[in-house]
Nanobody, 125 residues
């Protein structure tokens, strides 16, 4: 059974950092386009960042460019999201997923309808 397990969220002050992890069981993340969505209260899922299956090229939403960095460790079958200079607007539940869509357009990304349990990120002002 395919399963993503997100971890690393927490409460941090504005300007702080967190590193999220996305581990997979039942399949390998290598050679797959994997990314992160987030969902703030009362809002729909928003594409944040993804890493391409072809050449590990990375893509980011404009709202996180320059602050977030996505990476993968194939040996650990894990994708990471390093988040720096966090702001209260980054507060959301963060989910990882296999991404489909036009990679340069985060508003086009879909997860195929599958969501893990997510990890809560709360940034206080």
């Amino acid at each position: 059974q395919l399963q993503f397990v997100e971890s690393g969220g927490g409460l941090v002050q504005s300007g702080g950092s967190l590193r999220l992890s996305c581990a997979a069981s039942g399949f390998t993340l290598e050679k797959k386009t994997i990314g992160w969505f987030r969902q703030a209260p009362g809002k729909s899922h928003e594409g944040v960042s993804c890493i391409s299956s072809i050449d590990d090229r990375t893509y980011y939403a404009d709202s996180v460019k320059g602050r977030f960095t996505i990476s993968r460790d194939n040996a650990k079958n894990t994708v990471y999201l390093q988040m720096n200079n966090l702001t209260p607007e980054d507060t959301a539940v963060y989910y990882c997923a296999r991404i489909a869509g036009i990679l340069s357009r985060p508003d086009s990304w879909t997860s195929g309808g599958y969501w893990g349990q997510g990890t809560q990120v709360t940034v206080s002002s």
